[in-house]
T-cell receptor
Framework: KNQVEQSPQSLIILEGKNCTLQCNYTVSPFSNLRWYKQDTGRGPVSLTIMTFSENTKSNGRYTATLDADTKQSSLHITASQLSDSASYICVVRGSGGGADGLTFGKGTHLIIQP | NAGVTQTPKFRVLKTGQSMTLLCAQDMNHEYMYWYRQDPGMGLRLIHYSVGEGTTAKGEVPDGYNVSRLKKQNFLLGLESAAPSQTSVYFC???????????????FGNGTRLTVT
């Protein structure tokens, strides 16, 4: 069964610090992996997409990495800001991932404290 | 450019009542989806549509019906609400469905439904 596991479930860090969120998946065959940011009371918004051939991709202070061999991805946030407080959802697209081809992780809830 | 708009934002129903959730997108997307999001669980697909006049079942379709009479609108209906349907419902749209590339989902801001 296709699965996407995210860790940690929740994380609290001080403003200005860096953090890394993890995503492990078993979706096969793999098409792409996307990270979404979901602010409280809002819908998820796409941050970045990783395809099989990509190892690293940045979007401002967000940097995603992908190791397709070990089926692991990470999202690194640099110099965190209060506005980074949100849930971060890892979503993997593959041919076996349900009617929409997607398998969603449960998310990491990140809190940035001043 | 509003993107994906969902109405209402909040609703409280009694068991057995019916209602329709509305979703509208102005991006000319072919594909539209309804998801539910529950605490401690990932988003789960209820129904989806690959074009005007078409609908298909997702992972958790029981108790819901949908219609896509116009390309820009996707309606989710609850005929007889149950407490198990208490959830946050998200509508999403995208250019493509199973394309190997890059089309992201564009989500609305959700409808928070409570069934008592």
């Amino acid at each position: 069964k296709n699965q996407v596991e995210q860790s940690p479930q929740s994380l609290i860090i001080l403003e200005g610090k860096n953090c890394t969120l993890q995503c492990n998946y078993t979706v096969s065959p793999f098409s792409n992996l996307r990270w979404y940011k979901q602010d409280t009371g809002r819908g998820p918004v796409s941050l970045t997409i990783m395809t099989f051939s990509e190892n690293t991709k940045s979007n401002g202070r967000y940097t995603a990495t992908l190791d397709a061999d070990t089926k692991q991805s990470s999202l690194h946030i640099t110099a965190s800001q209060l506005s980074d407080s949100a849930s971060y959802i890892c979503v993997v697209r593959g041919s076996g991932g349900g009617a929409d081809g997607l398998t969603f992780g449960k998310g990491t809830h990140l809190i940035i404290q001043p | 450019n509003a993107g994906v708009t969902q109405t209402p934002k909040f609703r409280v129903l009694k068991t057995g009542q019916s209602m329709t959730l509305l979703c509208a997108q102005d991006m000319n997307h072919e594909y539209m989806y309804w998801y539910r999001q529950d605490p401690g669980m990932g988003l789960r697909l209820i129904h989806y549509s690959v074009g005007e006049g078409t609908t298909a079942k997702g992972e958790v379709p029981d108790g819901y019906n949908v219609s896509r009479l116009k390309k820009q609108n996707f309606l989710l209906g609850l005929e007889s609400a149950a407490p198990s349907q208490t959830s946050v419902y998200f509508c999403a749209s995208s250019y493509s469905h199973r394309a190997a590339g890059s089309s992201p989902l564009h989500f609305g801001n959700g409808t928070r439904l409570t069934v008592t």
